[in-house]
């Protein structure tokens, strides 16, 4: 018998890379709520391949309503790999209540689900805007976190601080994630590498924020998805709660990127400068001295070779 992990957002970015790596030694239980935030026809082709392997089983969940969680009652998992999310930084200011329920409240329902279930490891997903307003350009895990630029990057935190009670209290090993900008094949429409490669092909101008000078540390995923696997195999010596960054440790700006995307794609392209939106942090830069010393994590792909890698996927989806 395999051992069972729950991944929640299977039908997501991460979550179904994920779960495509974790089915050849797992059986994996995916659920997802399928929302409407990006295309859904992207969401169900993720899903299409998913549902090719035999240890893969899918259910339709709303994590915010606890009673939606009784068809998982009767299972025993090894672990849980939560990464279902509202995401996007600027539409939380449009909707709030969306992100407080998928973001906080779901987590909640989680971690009362399998408080008591004798879990390896809750795994859930947090994000590099968790540092929110600091003035420091490469970021620690100890670092204090500051005033959150979004209600998006609120959730996080708050998320943060509930786990780490709960993991102290009902002792559940557990680990949050902090994830620097990841792309790749099958990445979603709102992220910057997807919407640059858009505008590029259909020939339409790129709009850069902050006249092209944001910095982000753009992460592969496929190194993502090696650093979540480590966390699942890794054992704290001290702590019921870690925190990792999972990044490069490296930094390009999207005048970088959209000037990498076109060189790859032969295409050229204008650019509209804008000013800097005030939910946008203006740099992302992860410390991976904690993640390399603890986790053994060692991102290899460098940003030219991930893009070449999306772009490949890219024209043929």
């Not at 899903?47 to 090719?52: A, F, G, Q, S």
């Not at 709303?62 to 998992?77: E, I, N």
């Not at 100890?142 to 996080?156: G, H, Q, V």
């Not at 390399?292 to 991930?306: A, M, Q, V």
């Amino acid at each position: 018998m395999k051992k069972k992990i729950l991944i929640t957002g299977c039908a997501g970015f991460i979550g179904f890379h994920l779960s495509k790596r974790l089915l050849n030694k797992y059986d994996v239980v995916g659920i997802d709520k399928l929302t409407n935030y990006y295309s859904k026809k992207l969401k169900l082709d993720r899903l299409t391949e998913l549902l090719k392997y035999k240890n893969f089983k899918f259910f339709k969940i709303d994590l915010s309503k606890k009673k939606a969680l009784q068809p998982l009652k009767k299972k025993k998992f090894y672990a849980v790999i939560h990464l279902a999310a509202q995401p996007g930084v600027r539409n939380s200011i449009f909707k709030p209540l969306d992100y407080i329920n998928d973001n906080i409240i779901s987590q909640v329902n989680l971690l009362q689900e399998f408080k008591d279930k004798n879990l390896s490891k809750f795994i859930y997903a947090s994000s590099s805007s968790i540092y929110g307003s600091t003035k420091k350009n490469k970021f620690y895990e100890t670092d204090p976190l500051t005033r959150p630029l979004s209600l998006y990057s609120a959730t996080k935190q708050s998320i943060e601080q509930i786990t780490s009670y709960y993991s102290l209290y009902y002792k559940i090993p557990s680990v949050g994630l902090r994830f620097f900008t990841c792309y790749g094949p099958w990445g979603r429409p709102d992220l910057s590498v997807t919407k640059i490669t858009n505008d590029i092909l259909k020939n339409k101008k790129v709009i850069l924020l902050n006249n092209g000078k944001t910095k982000r540390d753009f992460t592969y995923i496929d190194d993502t998805i090696d650093g979540i696997i480590k966390s699942l195999n890794f054992q704290s010596k001290n702590s019921f709660h870690e925190i990792f960054n999972l990044g490069t440790g490296k930094t390009f700006s999207t005048l970088h990127l959209t000037n990498t995307i076109g060189k790859i794609l032969k295409k050229k392209f204008k650019i509209i400068f804008k000013d800097h939106h005030p939910t946008d942090m203006r740099i992302t830069q992860s410390s991976m001295t904690k993640s390399k010393k603890l986790l053994k994590y060692n991102p290899k792909i460098s940003l030219k070779e991930g893009i070449s890698r999306y772009i490949n996927w890219h024209l043929k989806y």
